[in-house]
């Protein structure tokens, strides 16, 4: 079973450089590390989307050893011999992986059936390979201590001094580099906005996005912070527009709707009035007479329609419903007159009214 890459081996690879080789246009950075004590080694690599990494311990470098090397000895001899063979076998392991030998090594990346990708480094020394598997949700945590604050620190320390990094005496660029490592280190994040908005910096990481990504408009460099884009409208607050600028038709006033309600009371104070009727009618004369009257007269105006704004309101409309209203009034009471004085001429028999015996 492959061993697991673990934060402790994360923390092993912090005193070890970055490397890099490039295979079909693709650049691939990784970092080394190995163990003279206990004889283990491990590695990680990224083309900074994917991260891989690969633990050797004893056993494993063993037999990767013998896989690799043709001229191996074979595993059942003594152990000092077995031992002094994976030391001579991690030191070469570990010179092919030095700075010096790994830019003239031959680097190939495949497809692995064993693993997530092999990787192959030969020189005329030696020839080796990884099987690495996906660092999975290690992956960005690695690639942020790794990569992205010691970068972020590069670009502060490049924009603090005055003169190129190369001219600088090393005593003095040792001096600026440490401190802008503890600045990162204390306030990580304070440095990386610091690192990736100020003016300069800033359009540089632009301009140079728009170049890298064939983009024909591109933004110039400028030491000074630019203000809006003239071209950016401001935005306005809808307004609300009443139902006459919207176009929404107002509620008419029916004027036949007061007439309608003060015909249908008299075509029943008519259809009261009748001759099959008359001793109902007589009976209740003085108190219809009277309840006609104060009903009329202490009605309240009659319901109309949904009530509109008062900008809106027609004064003529709310004129004729009263003369309307009026109207009918003086027609009922008319009417009233007229029952009584056809009930006197009618000469209708009179029933007698009986005594009441006490």
């Known amino acids: 079973m492959t061993p697991e890459f673990t934060e402790a081996h994360s923390n092993q690879l912090f005193n070890s450089p970055w490397l890099g080789q ?41 037999r990767r050893g013998r896989q690799c090397v043709t001229n191996s000895p074979p595993h059942n001899g003594s152990h000092d011999k077995e031992i002094s063979w994976r030391e001579q076998l991690l030191s070469s392991v570990s010179v092919l992986h030095s700075a010096e030998v790994i830019k003239d090594a031959q680097f190939r990346v495949e497809e692995s059936q064993y693993s997530d990708l092999e990787i192959s480094i030969e020189n005329n020394e030696l020839s080796w390979r990884w099987d690495v598997i996906s660092a999975g949700r290690m992956s960005p945590q690695l690639l942020f201590t790794h990569l992205t604050l010691p970068l972020m620190t590069l ?113 029943t104070d008519e259809e009261e009035s009748s001759p099959k009727k008359f001793h109902k009618l007589k009976k209740s004369e003085a108190a219809g007479n009277s309840s006609t009257h104060s009903r009329i007269l202490s009605s309240p105006s009659p319901p109309s329609s949904k009530r509109l704004p008062t900008n809106v309101v027609d004064e003529e409309e709310e004129q004729a419903h009263e003369e309307t209203r009026l109207a009918e009034i ?24 009986k005594k009441r015996r006490f």
Do not use: M
């Open 330 to 353: 003086r027609r009922i009471k008319q009417g009233e007159n007229n029952t009584e004085t056809k009930t006197k001429s009618s000469g209708v028999f009179k029933p007698p009214t």
């Open 155 to 267: 670009v502060s320390v490049t924009n603090a001094v005055e003169e190129p990094i190369k001219d600088i005496p090393i005593e003095n660029l040792t001096k600026v580099v440490d401190a802008h490592a503890r600045t990162t280190k204390v306030s990580p994040g304070r440095q990386i906005v610091t690192t990736t908005t100020k003016p300069l910096l800033s359009t540089i990481l632009l301009r140079s996005t728009q170049i890298i990504n064939g983009q024909k408009s591109l933004a110039s460099l400028s030491p000074i912070a630019s203000g809006p884009s003239s071209t950016a409208k401001p935005v306005s607050s809808p307004k609300r527009r009443s139902d006459q600028s919207a176009g929404v038709p107002l509620p008419k006033e029916d004027s036949g709707s007061n007439a309608a309600r003060f015909l249908s009371e008299d075509e």
């Open 22 to 62: 490039v295979h079909e246009k693709t650049g691939y950075i990784f970092k080394y590390h190995a163990s003279e004590e206990n004889l283990s080694c491990c590695i990680l690599i990224t083309d900074l989307i994917n991260v891989w990494t690969e633990v050797l311990e004893s056993k494993q470098l063993a």
